[in-house]
T-cell receptor, first 114, second 108 residues
Framework: DTEVTQTPKHLVMGMTNKKSLKCEQHMGHRAMYWYKQKAKKPPELMFVYSYEKLSINESVPSRFSPECPNSSLLNLHLHALQPEDSALYLC?????????????FGPGTRLTVT | GQNIDQPTEMTATEGAIVQINCTYQTSGFNGLFWYQQHAGEAPTFLSYNVLDGLEEKGRFSSFLSRSKGYSYLLLKELQMKDSASYLCAVNVDNDMRFGAGTRLTVKP
C-alpha cells in the first residue's frame, strides 16, 4: 500500500468556522508533512512531523494547528481562517526526513474560505 | 535564501525529446527530486539524484551537477499524457524546497 489518503476532498468554510483536515498513511513512514499550494504555484511547506514530533514549523499563522496523534495519522485544525487561505492542502509522508527519501503525496483537500 | 529556478513553460511535440532544466542555490543539499503534477492532482515522484551524473528510469532520465547547482529532467518519446507541470525540489536540511514548476504542453 503506497497510498496517502486525505479527507475531505473539498471543504468550504466560513471565517468563523472550525474544521479539521485529516491525512492517513499505512506505509510505516515516520515523517509526515503539510503543504499549501495555490493555483499555478509550487507546494509550500507548512509543517513537518518526525516520529510524531513537530520538527519544522515554517512560520505558519496560529490559525493553522497541526496534530499527529500517532505514526499513521496527521491532522490540520483550522480556525478563523481568511479568504487568502483558500488553497489546495497537500499531505505527504516519507520513510524518514533523511537524505534520499521521496515523499508520497495525498490527493489534497481543496479548501475554500468564504 | 533558497533559489530554485526552472523555465515557466515549455512546448514539445508528441514523440520528441524534451529537457527541463533546474538551477539551484541553497544553503544545504541533501538531494534533488523531480516530481510530476497534473492539474488538480497531487505531485508524484519521478526521480532522485544526490550524486553527480545521470539516473535513467524508462522514458525519464535526470542529471545532476552539484558543482554547477544544475539538474535536468529528460523526457523521451513524449506522449500526450506527459502534459503536466514538472517540479524540481531540493532537500535542504530535511526540508523539501520546490521550484515554481515547468508547465509542459505536448502537442500532436
Amino acid at each position: 500500500d503506497t497510498e496517502v489518503t486525505q479527507t475531505p476532498k473539498h471543504l468550504v468554510m466560513g471565517m468563523t468556522n472550525k474544521k479539521s483536515l485529516k491525512c492517513e498513511q499505512h506505509m510505516g513512514h515516520r515523517a509526515m508533512y503539510w503543504y499549501k499550494q495555490k493555483a499555478k504555484k509550487p507546494p509550500e511547506l507548512m509543517f513537518v512531523y518526525s516520529y510524531e514530533k513537530l520538527s519544522i514549523n515554517e512560520s505558519v499563522p496560529s490559525r493553522f494547528s497541526p496534530e499527529c496523534p500517532n505514526s499513521s495519522l496527521l491532522n490540520l485544525h483550522l480556525h478563523a481562517l481568511q479568504p487568502e487561505d483558500s488553497a489546495l492542502y497537500l499531505c505527504a509522508s516519507s520513510q524518514t526526513t533523511g537524505q534520499g527519501y521521496e515523499q508520497y503525496f495525498g490527493p489534497g483537500t481543496r479548501l475554500t474560505v468564504t | 535564501g533558497q533559489n530554485i529556478d526552472q523555465p515557466t513553460e515549455m512546448t514539445a511535440t508528441e514523440g520528441a525529446i524534451v529537457q527541463i532544466n533546474c538551477t539551484y542555490q541553497t544553503s544545504g543539499f541533501n538531494g534533488l527530486f523531480w516530481y510530476q503534477q497534473h492539474a488538480g492532482e497531487a505531485p508524484t515522484f519521478l526521480s532522485y539524484n544526490v550524486l553527480d551524473g545521470l539516473e535513467e528510469k524508462g522514458r525519464f532520465s535526470s542529471f545532476l551537477s552539484r558543482s554547477k547547482g544544475y539538474s535536468y529532467l529528460l523526457l523521451k518519446e513524449l506522449q500526450m499524457k506527459d502534459s503536466a507541470s514538472y517540479l524540481c525540489a531540493v532537500n535542504v536540511d530535511n526540508d523539501m524546497r520546490f521550484g515554481a514548476g515547468t508547465r509542459l504542453t505536448v502537442k500532436p
